[in-house]
């Protein structure tokens, strides 16, 4: 039996959401090119999307919102953020971008060379795409237990030392502008890095004097996992083991849309005063001022709040509960998923569900679309979609290893019954699953192309 945390809040605002009818759900997917990004929001019931941005705020957020002081350099609340990110990251050199994208476009623009090469667990689409448009190559080095769905390894956002300690080997210290790692592992189903293996990753990095970036917007739901899966940490506060990990980088870049639950923003930190010079100086060009960074100021006052409520123990029990208890129903009901349940989202196995689909006709588009008509659920395809690209020898397709579709749950916004509904709902698709086709595109720009393509049924 599935177990579901009561919510450490009440509700005191609301805002209506409905279900249009079956024949108005197909209508607006076709218009959309069944792509569930071109869909208007107010045709989509439970909007599983994303967790970027999406989240409530709080009491506390809201009035700070008032509080915010529009100053346009060294405002109040560009204060209050520094100290907060002083004191959450330990980090003194900080700008705010205006989410996290700006900051990997930043650090991209001023670090990668063509033909350079940037490892990670695994890089997100943006820090790709931003790669990638630096002439760049983003390269993953995961453990396999990341592509083994049923893998229960508590920690399966680690980085494969030994592939990373091979690949720096063979490329070269002087063609790796920094090494990152992504905290939760978003492509990888949310999963956490443990504190170990952070270590080790610092100090493979160090050896060879790399510079070591961590991607931090699901900091604190990382720090929680280690608190209540890693030994020795029980006892630490969440806080205190976040504090653990940002002391062993040199710098980290955060969408602030995620663990900080604000609707926008994003942060870059670094230790490097030289390189710290440069991003303001890229900051100014393209942002804002050092002190603002394309924010308004009640935006800057919202994001000090939200990092240290998205700290608080109570909400990251019931948060990560929220998501384990969606993993746990639909695996009772035998709709395979990535195990065990990560943070910020439920990743569906559509490989897995509808084998009679090849990757090249996208079994996560079809199972997104099927989500769509069946229950006004949106969610978003993490596979061929979003990765597939063609080898830059061969030219032939490389599909990724997995076909996924992610349930992104936005942070203190849905409640268990809404989850329920979601999960009736995969079970009436899985009754009639074979009758499910693939799609192809229409329409695919070379660079982050989910966000715009758009489809026809084969
Ligand atoms: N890094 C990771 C790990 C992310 O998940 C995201 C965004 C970004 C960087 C870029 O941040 O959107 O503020 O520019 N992820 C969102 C998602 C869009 O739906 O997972 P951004």
């Known amino acids: 039996m599935s177990i579901y945390p009561p919510e450490p809040f009440r509700i005191k605002m609301v805002e209506p959401v ?50 915010g002081d529009e100053s346009y350099a060294g405002a109040r609340s560009y204060q209050r953020l520094s100290r907060v990110v002083r004191d959450v990251f330990g980090f003194d050199l900080f700008v705010p971008t205006h989410q996290g994208r700006a900051a990997e476009n930043i650090l991209a623009n001023l670090l990668i060379k063509p033909g350079m090469k940037v490892p990670s667990n695994m890089h997100f689409d943006t820090t790709e795409g931003n790669i990638r448009a630096r002439g760049g190559l983003p390269v993953n080095l995961v453990i396999d237990e990341a592509y083994d769905p049923q893998n229960r390894h508590p920690f399966k956002g680690n980085m494969d030392i030994a592939k990373l300690t091979a690949f720096i080997e063979q490329t070269g210290v002087e063609n790796i502008p920094f090494g990152s790692i992504t905290v939760t592992n978003n492509a990888g189903g949310g999963q956490p890095v443990s504190m170990e ?9 160090h050896r060879y ?39 062993l980088a ?5 969408s602030a849309k995620k663990d900080a639950i604000v609707n926008i923003g994003g942060l870059l930190a670094v230790r490097d005063p030289q390189l710290f010079q440069q991003i303001c ?24 709040i939200g990092l ?6 109570d909400y990251l029990a019931y948060r990560l509960g929220q998501t384990a208890y969606l993993a746990n129903r639909l695996l009772e009901g035998g709709i395979g998923v990535i195990e065990p349940p990560g943070g910020h989202a439920v990743y569906v196995d559509a490989g897995r569900l509808l084998p009679h689909i090849p990757p090249a006709e996208f079994p996560g588009q079809a199972l997104s679309a099927a989500l769509y008509l069946e229950g006004g659920i949106r969610s978003v395809e993490i596979g061929s979609v979003m990765f597939a690209h063609p080898d830059p020898e061969s030219g032939k397709m490389v599909h990724p290893r997995l076909e996924l579709v992610r349930l992104a749950i936005p942070r203190r916004t849905y409640t268990q019954s809404h989850m329920d509904f979601v999960v009736e709902t995969f079970y009436k698709i899985k009754e009639n699953k074979d009758a499910l086709r693939g799609f192809r595109f229409t329409y695919a720009p070379e660079l982050l192309r989910h966000f715009t393509c758009r489809f026809e049924p084969v």
């Open 209 to 247: 004097n790399i510079p070591f970036f961590i991607d931090c917007c699901r900091f604190a739901e990382n720090a929680y996992f280690i608190k209540t899966r890693e030994p020795g940490y029980a006892a630490k506060s969440t806080r205190e083991i976040a504090r653990e990990m940002f002391d």
């Open 281 to 304: 100086n890229q900051l100014i060009l393209r942002e804002g001022f050092i002190s603002y960074g394309g924010l308004a100021g009640r935006d800057l006052e919202a994001l000090a």
């Open 18 to 67: 409905r279900l249009i009818s079956r024949a108005e759900r197909e209508a607006a997917l076709r218009a959309a090119g069944y792509n569930l990004f071109a869909l208007n929001a107010e045709d989509v019931f439970i909007d599983l999307l994303t967790d970027s941005g999406t989240g409530a705020m709080s009491q506390e957020q809201w009035a700070g919102m008032m509080r």
């Open 197 to 205: 293996n952070l270590r080790a990753v610092a100090d493979t990095y």
């Open 250 to 254: 040199d710098g980290t870049w955060m």
């Open 308 to 313: 240290e409520e998205g700290l608080d123990e």
